[in-house]
Structures are given as C-alpha cells and as structure tokens.
C-alpha cells in the first residue's frame, strides 16, 4: 500500500473525457463522443476547489478532455487561483487571442501562477498529426503563439511516443525547433506514454514501445503490475498519487491516469478517499520505473 501524506495536489477533471480531438495515444480515451466522465457541472468544480483549500492545498490542475470547452471555464480558472496556483492543460486548439488576453488578466490579477500547459507531439506535422490529428500541428502551435503575444509562457507536454525525444539530443533538438520559432524562453515537459488507454490499442497494434527506452526491460516479463515489495520506503513522496486526488463528475480517484481503469473509482467523496491505496494498476508500474508525475 502507499500511505497519503496528504491533499498538496487536486486534480479536477473539468471536462471529463469529452475532448475536441480524440488522439493515438490517449490514455483515457478522451474524444468528442466519450463522455464515459462527463463535462463537471460548475457548482461542484467550485465545492471541490472550496474543500481543497480548507484542506490547504499546494497546486491545482484543470485537465479533461480539452479544459477550454467547458462552458464557464474562465471563471474556474478565477476561482482556483483564488485558491493556489493553476496548471490548466490543454491541447491549445480553442486558445485565440482574445481568450489568450482573458487568461493574462486572470494570471495578473492573482497572487498565483497560472501556467498552459499544450500538448504537441512532435515539431512539424508530419511527426504529430498522425497521433493528435490532421491540421492539429498547426492548430496547436497557433494557440500557443496566441498566449506568448498575450504574455504568458506555456509549458509544452511531448509524449514520448517518437523514441528520439527519450534521448538528450532529441529533447535539445525540440528545444531549438521551439526557439526558432521564436519561442525564445522554451518550457518543454517530456511525458512516457502509459501503456493503458487508446495508447495500450496502439500500442498493442504496432507492437510500439510501452514505456522509455530501458524501461521495458526491467518490467518483469511474467507480469506488468507492481508487488508491494517493489515500492520503496518513503515513496509516497515521490509518487503524485502519495498526495493527490483526481476529481471527476463521475467520482474520485487517486490521480488522473487513471480514471478510466476498472476498479480504480475510490468514493464520491473527496474526504473518503484521503487514505492508502494499491498500486495496482499497469500505469503505476511505468510511475514507480520512472519516477514519474504529471505535476508541472
Ligand atoms: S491526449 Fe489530450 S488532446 Fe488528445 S484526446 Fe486525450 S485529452 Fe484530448
Ligand atoms: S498511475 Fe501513477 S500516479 Fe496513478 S495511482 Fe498509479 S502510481 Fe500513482
């Protein structure tokens, strides 16, 4: 069991499942038609944002499916960073200019980071519209020079489904690609894809890789889940799920990979859920490998 060290971390999933684009590699198998977790109703984004911070929380996350298509997003985002410092993550396809100008003003008028993170899976289309989507590239990279002109700096998430952005060299060149177009200050977030999801269907398919070159390897062949003496001492320090909790319109659960596995849903009730939990998932074994967290 990993004990929980406390509430520094709430994720809330605002948007559920329900995404603009319905990408490869999607670990829950976000798209347009999945409202498997439905859109949050506002009311109870605000309670858990109210719950959160009387629990004093540290950082909050907006995260779906694609944020910006809820419908009173702007006001969750005012509300959170009346509460703690915000990471809204984002596919950038819905960011324009003027919502690009709202966002500044929210992040000035905080005493609280607000940081976009958008997703883009390569640097020309060639490498990422085949796993986010035709025309995506452009969409993306748009959006994100809409929030550099407004002022803000967006971290951009790569999933390392293409094995040259596991290397050095490959992370120095996506680096150089975003300053030459201008992005002078790059902030890149390299992220493994979990092999669960639309990404296991992928993967299984392609017989592509599951996890970080090197990796794979220490999975032990007879099973791809954790036993409780592979967890090291204090490791609910280093793993999310040690001090965070996922909130969706479908319940809680203890981060935000995974909620659409089978048996992972903890309660409805945020405060039910602030106790030990099993790594028990194919996810957590790529977590624990890797050291892994989705935190900014
Ligand atoms: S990876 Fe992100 S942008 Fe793509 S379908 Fe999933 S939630 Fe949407
Ligand atoms: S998938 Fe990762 S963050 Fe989620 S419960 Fe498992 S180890 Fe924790």
Redesign the pocket.
């Known amino acids: 069991m990993l004990d929980f060290v406390g509430l520094d971390v709430l994720w809330l999933q605002v948007t559920g499942t329900v ?1 603009n ?3 490869t ?2 670990f ?1 198998t ?2 347009p038609k999945n409202d498997s977790h439905p859109v949050m109703a506002t009311d109870d984004v605000l309670s858990s944002l109210a719950r959160a911070e009387r629990e004093g929380v540290k950082e909050l996350y907006f995260t ?3 944020p910006f298509l809820h419908p009173d997003i702007l006001l969750l985002i005012e509300r959170a960073l009346a509460v703690a410092p915000l990471s809204v993550l984002t ?1 950038g396809v819905l960011i324009d200019p003027p919502m690009a100008r709202r966002l500044h003003e929210l992040s000035e008028a905080s005493a609280y980071s607000l940081e976009l993170r958008v ?1 883009v899976d390569g640097t020309t289309p060639e490498e990422n519209d085949p796993v ?1 989507g035709r025309g995506t590239y452009h969409a993306i990279m748009r959006g994100a020079r809409c929030l550099v002109d407004a002022g803000l700096l967006p971290v951009f998430t790569v999933t390392t489904v293409h094995a040259v952005y596991d290397r050095s060299d490959g992370r120095e060149a996506f680096l150089d690609h975003l300053r030459h177009l201008g992005f002078t200050r790059p902030r890149v977030k390299f992220i493994p894809p979990f092999d669960i999801g639309r990404q296991a269907r992928r993967s299984s398919r392609s017989g592509d890789r599951t996890t970080t070159s090197g990796v794979a390897d220490e999975v032990r062949e007879d099973s791809r889940y954790l036993r409780p003496d592979d967890l090291h001492e204090g490791e609910e320090w280093v793993l999310q799920c040690g001090s965070c909790r996922t909130v969706t319109a479908r319940g809680v659960y203890p981060c935000p990979i995974l909620i659409e596995e089978d048996g992972a849903r903890m309660s409805d009730d945020l405060d039910e859920t602030f106790v030990p939990i099993e790594l028990n998932h194919s996810a957590c074994t790529t977590c624990h490998l890797e050291g892994f967290s989705c935190r900014t």
């Open positions: 995404c684009l319905a990408c590699h999607c829950i976000c798209g779906g499916g694609e596919n997703s986010r």
